[in-house]
């Protein structure tokens, strides 16, 4: 902001001429004092100017002024642009400035003998949603960009955007990929309301795409490391039996990996599948999966967005240690009435969505069912019989806008999953969630949500048949209340806070009679109760063009409440069964311990300009709640359990630093980023560790570190005939697990690699338009394949021939790889006469595994059948063969 | 650039599942015996570990000095060759302690825990039960019969027991025929039925059956040997560990010994399928 300061030369020399006077001559004082009050002495304002009348701009006024030897000083800059209409000649400064002053309210005053004039500019704000035209859904991460320049900001998860900015007038751009930009000049004058209806850009689709966000999103925004999934028609990648997934579409961007088919869970940055906290509107579902981890429980015709923050987490966000996946399920359309659906080789799905009022409330209600019910075994054995697997979703929504100041949403989800497991037993699993939110707008900057949350996770298995048949049972249950502030100072400054807090009931496990001939006792283990609280306080700053900052405080502690029985155990010898030194009997509502944790975040964004960004974040988290699992690949069978006196939570410290680019008019997005993370007291067990209804699980558990580092490259072309991207990650995660105590060291004590660890990770993922209605993909994976102990040597024990170990992990499977193809056939969308077709279908053709590579899961170490008394080592591949599967979309 | 992508793909694809290498590792030494209540020579086996793809799968220990020793008395073992050592006929007393020492070539003396020998409650009776089953070769129907043991389970202490199955006089001794048992959820249950499908039987064919009991080391012990040998490599598998029993090297502490020693008492009955 350069100030102009003009002096007068003449009087400056008069002033000197001043000071050399009045040392030589004292009976020239009087002159000399005469002199200078006519050089110096003047009020400045009553100098003598001649302006004539005219219509002036502020600017060109003033620098007539400074013409004229009047000393001013201002910032041009600041100026109004606003005219000033001088109808009679001025002739002193005084009525100059006044005039100015009267007219545009630039103000003036003296200082020193210097006019210092000042524009203090009224601030407004203008707020409002973007919302698609069609169907009234909010649009998340919608830009709105002042004076095409960078600056702006972004529609929040509600669709609500906040700008308060000086008065004036501007050209305002609100933009949305898919969607035809709507271009407004606006004259700032007063707080303004503007809601904005985006309309999309294709011709005939319904549905609403939500591809990626602003072109620029990921250079403009701070958050490094956040992806978010494109979902949705416009991106007909092949799934694994044509089913669109949520989870499956995450698996092919960097960063996220799986330990293999069959295996639930996504691992993250090298974190564990329970370092994720996966929100579904807010509630927190603990498994999220569906057949063996190949289908997740969100049904992706009623998401909106699905964001994965895996370097950069918000303060708002806590309580696991890799990532959050925030998953935003639509509204339904506030207009209009729909129904859409599908139905594919694994499932059938149906979609109603409408207004309950129009443009007032709405709902949407989905449902998915599994068809034909078989099992991987059956899929690889190709056998169909006996109903071995099956499972269904059920999603409800409904949206009501009481007022421009606040709205109420009512959102559930109830899934569940059967599943044969052994000779006779059955397992159910399944997830239940309500939530209430409450928006509410205090001012045109102040957005505050209230949220209430109910949820359940049950897993249960049944046997008739085993030693006193039984049922056993296990639960979590939480019941959660947040409230969450949003201040939008101005554009540069937006101020977030809130608190959090969740009441966890865990039932580890009841086990009860199948019925009243069965012989088994009861066996109940307690249940645990613990309260996870959060407060936290974040601000996002913009302190110039090119530079942005969003850092915050996070605050987080567990509680543990009784009615419970705590153990403490001998300090000096490894805990058992055998080394418990004293029982405490904790009463009801009691805390017997805390846990609790500073968790700072920051994230850097630095502009080069428009279309690179620099961006670097660190992150800490507390994680107090664990999956306890003794096999390889997560199984719907393992047990969560709370932090307590004996098992301490899991804490994170996260370190990533990216370069964004966006190259082509923002046609290729491209980023390259690398992270280290650090994690405290992860969790493992003990070889042969016995989980089942243990009342002292912390019997059987090691305590130890990990590490993980990487780099992650990733571009993509979001428009044109042929899009697509391609992600590579470096990668490696490693554990170590050393105790002074001989069973609880692992490898002796060093790092060794996870079970996931996966150092290449490869994807290619194209999608060509041939025509409007064909479109054909490809997904290529390239993956080196997993961690894997192999026998050093055997023996024979009881008969059997025995493999042994050394260290865990030291060698790999061979690398995987796998190409699937699509063919996306959509139907006609004008009917004979002429009128668009009310139902707007397509039929997806995918081929999985085309080239039909037996990838290998794991080796089995085993006694050979064809000639006894040797030992061979067998690989097992769970999709050996090629996979065709059709799948039918409609909406009408 | 391109041309370098091209053929580093092709080169990728082209890999196939190469042999695998096994790594080295150190030779153990594994020891396996019981002490029962029944009247007869008690055996203990002694071998060494050996590299997973070899033709042989153990290698046995012919030159050590074996005794099974109970608070009072001890029982010289001698060598009778494939690594197995045999005491004297006698029969183990019911709460009584037994302990293996066993001292080798090279000076080494390895001791077992003591393990206290259980009583069992007898084995009652054996019912037959069945299923509709393909058999695996034809794809014929067939019917599996199966037996379903019944005895009694004392209430006032953790009973832990294996059954173990015979078929016409031949043990069933395949991974998935190791069949434990943990009072657990059915104590002091009466006439407490186990059913046993995996123990297959056709028409004709004669069960025998014999219960024994075990410590809780011993109960662990082949949990954990079944689980290495059952589901390791499945997609529900455990994670491979090593089979570390109640035998320590008392001279190197450091070295580790495999395999157990342990102390049943054994009641057995049979039935005909007819």
């Keep these: ?892 | 650039m391109k041309y370098l992508c091209l053929i580093s793909t092709v080169l990728l694809l082209s890999c196939g599942v190469s042999e695998i290498e096994l790594p080295d590792g150190t030779q153990l030494l594994v020891v396996e015996g019981w002490v029962t209540n029944q009247e007869k020579q008690h055996w203990v086996k002694l071998s060494r570990t050996v590299p997973f793809d070899d033709n042989n799968s153990e290698l046995a220990i012919e030159d050590a000095v074996v005794s099974i020793n109970s608070e009072f008395i001890s029982y010289p073992l001698t060598y009778s060759g494939n690594g197995i050592y045999l005491s004297d006929i006698f029969a183990g007393i019911e709460s009584s302690n037994y302990q293996l020492n066993i001292e080798l070539i090279t000076g080494d003396l390895i001791q077992s825990e003591w393990e206290q020998l259980y009583p069992v409650s007898p084995l009652e009776s054996i019912e037959v039960s069945f299923f509709d089953d393909q058999d695996p070769e034809t794809g014929e129907d067939i019917v599996v019969y199966y037996p379903v043991g019944i005895w009694d389970d004392p209430l006032e202490e953790t009973n832990y027991y294996r059954y173990i199955g015979y078929r016409n006089d031949v043990l069933l001794n395949d991974p998935n025929e190791l069949i434990l048992i943990n009072d657990q959820f059915v104590n002091g249950a009466d006439s407490l039925p186990h059913h046993m499908p995996e123990l297959r039987y056709a028409l004709g064919d004669e069960i025998k059956l014999e219960l024994h009991s075990l410590s809780k080391s011993g109960f662990d012990f082949l949990e954990l040997l079944k689980l290495q040998t059952t589901s390791l490599g499945s997609s529900s598998g455990t994670s491979p560990a090593t089979l570390i029993g109640n035998l320590k090297n008392v001279t190197n502490e450091n070295q580790i010994v495999l395999g157990f020693f342990g102390a049943s008492s054994v009641s057995a009955d049979s039935v005909l399928i007819n």
Excluded: C
């Design chain 1, 1 to 892: 902001m350069p100030i102009k300061i003009t002096f007068a030369m003449k009087s400056r020399d008069e002033t000197l001429y001043f000071i050399a006077m009045k040392r030589r001559l004292t009976h020239f004082l009087f002159f000399s004092v005469f002199l200078s009050y006519l050089a110096v002495g003047q009020n400045p304002l009553q100098k003598e100017v001649h302006i004539e009348t005219g219509i002036y701009s502020v600017v060109s006024l003033l620098n007539l002024l400074s013409d004229q030897k009047i000393n001013l000083a201002y910032s041009s800059d600041l100026m109004p642009s606003d005219r000033v209409t001088v109808t009679s000649k001025l002739t002193t400064v005084n009525q100059v400035l006044k005039k100015i002053k009267n007219q545009t309210g630039v103000q003036f005053r003296l200082s020193d003998d210097i006019i210092l004039l000042s524009y203090q500019r009224k601030m407004y704000t203008l707020s409002g949603t973007i919302k698609d035209s069609q169907s009234g859904e909010a649009l998340i991460g919608a830009s709105i960009l002042i004076n095409s320049g960078t600056r702006g900001t972004v529609t929040n998860t509600y669709g609500f955007y906040s700008l308060t900015m000086p008065e004036g007038t501007y050209d305002l751009s609100f933009r949305f990929v898919g969607y035809r930009s709507s271009e407004q000049k606006l004259k700032l004058d007063q707080n303004i309301e503007y809601i904005v209806s985006l309309s999309e850009n294709t011709e005939v689709l319904d549905e609403v795409v939500v591809s990626s966000i602003a072109p620029d999103y990921n250079v403009q925004n701070t958050i490094p490391g956040i992806s978010r999934i494109s979902l949705g028609e416009d991106w007909p990648i092949p799934y694994f039996l044509g089913e669109e997934d949520i989870f499956q579409n995450a698996l092919l961007l960097p960063g996220i990996q799986s330990i293999g088919e069959d295996a639930s869970g996504l691992n993250i940055r090298g974190g564990a599948i329970d370092q994720n906290l996966i929100l579904l509107d807010g509630a927190p579902i603990y498994n999220p999966n569906h057949f063996y981890g190949l289908i997740s429980v969100f049904s992706p015709e009623v998401i909106n967005t699905v964001d994965i923050m895996k370097g950069y987490i918000p303060p708002q966000y806590g309580g696991r240690a890799s990532s959050v996946i925030n998953i935003v399920q639509k509204e339904g359309n506030n207009q209009e009435y729909h129904v859409s659906g599908g139905m594919g080789l694994v499932s059938g799905r149906l979609t109603a969505e409408g207004p309950i009022k129009k443009n007032e409330s709405s709902f949407l209600f989905s449902a998915r069912q599994s068809l034909l019910n078989f099992s991987i075994e059956d899929l690889v054995n190709e056998s169909l019989d006996d109903s071995r697997t099956s499972f269904r979703d059920f999603n409800a929504k409904i949206n009501w806008i009481v007022n421009n100041n606040n709205k109420i949403y009512l959102s559930g989800y109830y899934g569940q999953d059967r599943n044969r497991a052994g000779f006779d037993a059955i397992r159910k699993w399944g997830n239940k969630s309500m939530t209430l939110r409450w928006n509410h707008l205090f001012s045109p900057k102040i957005f505050s949500n209230f949220t209430a949350i109910v949820s359940e996770y049950t897993y249960q298995i049944s046997d008739p048949q085993e030693v006193g048949s039984f049922i056993g049972k296990s639960n979590i249950v939480n019941f959660a209340l947040k409230a969450d502030f949003g201040w939008v100072i101005n554009p540069a400054h937006t101020i977030d806070f809130g608190v959090h807090t969740i009441l966890h009931k865990l039932k580890p496990g009841e086990r009860i009679p199948f019925d009243e001939n069965a012989s088994t006792v009861e066996t109940i283990l307690d249940t645990e109760h613990a309260i996870e609280s959060s407060v936290y306080l974040s601000h996002m700053a913009e302190f110039s063009e090119k530079l942005s900052v969003q850092y915050g405080i996070r605050l987080s502690s567990l509680l543990s409440i009784g009615p419970s029985e705590v153990y403490t155990y001998d300090p000096n010898l490894s805990k058992s069964d055998a080394t418990i030194t004293d029982t405490l009997n904790i009463f009801k509502r009691k805390i017997h311990h805390r846990h609790g944790g500073w968790e700072p975040r920051i994230s850097l964004n630095y502009h080069f300009n428009e279309n690179n960004s620099i961006k670097a974040s660190y992150n800490k988290t507390y994680q107090y709640i664990h999956l306890i699992s003794n096999t390889v690949a997560p199984a719907p069978t393992d047990i969560w359990k709370l932090s307590d006196s004996n098992i301490k939570p899991t804490i994170s410290d996260h370190y990533s630093v990216g370069f964004y680019r966006n190259l082509r008019d923002n046609k290729l997005e491209a980023s390259l980023e690398f992270f280290y993370k650090k994690i405290q007291n992860v969790i493992d067990f003990k070889d042969g560790a016995d989980l089942l209804f243990n009342e002292n699980i912390e019997t059987e558990l090691l305590n130890g570190r990990g590490q993980s580092y990487g780099m992650e490259l990733f571009i993509k072309r979001n428009t044109g005939k042929i899009r697509g991207w391609l992600s590579y990650t470096l990668s490696r995660a490693e554990q170590k697990f050393q105790s002074r105590f001989s069973e609880l060291t692992i490898n002796n004590g060093s790092y060794f690699p996870s079970n996931f660890n996966k150092a290449h990770d490869i994807t290619l993922v194209g999608v060509l338009s041939v025509s409007p209605r064909v479109s054909l993909s490809s997904s290529f994976n390239y993956k080196t394949g997993r961690p894997i102990t192999l026998p050093v040597g055997k023996f024979i024990f009881d008969g059997k021939i025995v493999p042994n170990f050394e260290n865990r992990n030291q060698n790999r499977l061979p690398s995987y790889h796998r190409l699937d193809l699509s063919l996306k056939l959509a139907g006609q969308s004008i009917k004979k006469n002429g009128q668009i077709r009310r139902n707007h279908d397509y039929w997806l053709f995918s081929l999985y595994n085309v080239y039909a590579r037996k990838n290998i899961y794991s080796y089995f170490f085993r006694e050979s059948e064809l000639v006894p008394g040797t030992t061979e080592v067998l690989p097992y591949s769970i999709f050996g063969t090629i996979i065709p599967a059709v799948t039918y979309n409609f909406r009408f």
